[in-house]
């Protein structure tokens, strides 16, 4: 129908416009002080533009599911279109918002866990899990691996998230903050999964099933996370005081007045 067409057109548009945002301000929060005023500006940039994103992307997902359009035409298997424009865009979109909420959430609880095992945390989480499981699922019936894949990463991710929010015992201090960074480093993944994976193929479309394409911001994502693991748990190295000596000390000890 006309009027379902150029809604989702309308959509495309939006879901550009604010995906551009993300995927842009993504880098800034990487390349500044962590906890500085910068840092914290870059990253709500990148976070409601990828909750922007992530939200038309279900909506585009549904409507490629349940729309007689064929969009796609380089793509003849019907199955295939569905799985790939309906069911993985829906889990990839989904899987946006669950690392922002948890990102965001586990900085604002950190002093109290407890609050992210609320419903409305776990219900964002279950949502990943499930739509995540289907998704691989559905890879799996149709004959795509890459679709089981992108899937099972994002339900590991969401079990780790659960690991920090119900472990009994307090966890370490400082802790959130590598949770903070993995969960929004995990969100731009998942971003720029979808935007290879799916946007980019409508340009592209010779290489809706290149590996390289689908496996790059894994493989750029998993790198930033182990080099800023490794980093935080680096000893601060030592600065000598500024401060000179008192006259009356000598070595480590202290000469008396005469």
């Not at 914290?40 to 549904?62: E, N, Q, T």
């Not at 035409?73 to 669950?98: C, H, S, V």
Request: aromatic content about 10%; overall charge positive; glycine content about 12%.
């Amino acid at each position: 129908m006309p009027w379902r067409m150029a809604l989702f057109e309308a959509l495309v548009v939006a879901h550009v416009a604010t995906g551009a945002v993300g995927l842009t301000a993504f880098w800034g929060p990487i390349a500044t002080k962590k906890g500085a005023a910068k840092h914290r500006k870059w990253g709500k940039a990148a976070c409601y533009g990828f909750v922007g994103a992530g939200s038309l992307a279900i909506a585009m997902a549904l409507l490629s599911l349940y729309g007689p359009e064929h969009r796609h035409p380089e793509i003849t298997d019907r199955a295939l279109f569905d799985g790939l424009f309906g069911w993985m865009m829906l889990y990839l979109g989904t899987l946006t918002i669950g690392f922002v909420d948890y990102g965001l959430a586990v900085v604002r609880h950190a002093r109290d866990r407890r609050a992210l095992r609320a419903l409305r945390h776990q219900g964002v989480i279950a949502a990943v899990v499930i739509s995540g499981a289907w998704c691989g699922l559905y890879g799996y019936t149709v004959g795509h691996p890459l679709m089981m894949l992108v899937a099972f990463i994002g339900i590991v991710a969401m079990l780790i998230q659960q690991r920090y929010i119900w472990r009994r015992e307090d966890p370490p201090r400082g802790t959130h903050v590598g949770e903070h960074f993995r969960a929004l480093i995990g969100m731009g993944i998942s971003a720029y999964t979808a935007f290879l994976s799916v946007g980019l193929i409508r340009l592209l479309p010779e290489h809706v099933f290149n590996p390289a394409i689908w496996a790059g911001p894994s493989v750029i994502g998993v790198s930033l996370i182990i080099f800023f693991t490794l980093k935080g748990k680096r000893p601060a190295r030592f600065r000598a005081s500024s401060l000179r000596p008192h006259p009356q000390q000598v070595g480590d000890g202290l000469v008396e007045r005469q």
